[in-house]
């Protein structure tokens, strides 16, 4: 199966399109953007994994867009994302761990220093 949507870019006055194909519980999502091209994950891939229709083209989308988060929801796609999101927000907080961690060494560095003069 196949269906197509037609995605507004966030930056620009170009229209990509999305081609998703749902084949045994597996979809792909092929888009036309400079990312997509390439094969990575771009934007536009992760609003319709996402089921953010904030920027597809036209109300007439709306059944395409249906149709492909129907498959998407069937498949793996929404884990996947969610274990990313998870990901990114350990990320998050071990980069503010050590932005403490920093801190608190250079104020304990600079307070040996001060002790000394």
Known sequence: ME????IRSGSSDA????????EDG???IFCD???????KLCKHKLAVISNDRTD????????NFDLAHAWIKSSSL????????????EVESAQTKVK???K??????????????
């Open 3 to 6: 269906t197509t949507l037609r």
């Open 15 to 22: 229209i990509y399109t999305l081609q998703i194909f749902c």
């Open 26 to 28: 597996n979809v792909a």
């Open 33 to 39: 953007c400079s990312a997509g091209a390439y094969g």
């Open 56 to 63: 597809i083209e036209n109300q007439e989308q709306n059944s």
């Open 78 to 89: 929404q884990e996947m994302l969610a274990e990313i999101r998870a990901a990114e927000n």
């Open 100 to 102: 403490k961690l920093k």
């Open 104 to 117: 608190a060494l250079e104020i304990h560095l600079n307070s040996q220093n001060k002790q000394k003069g």
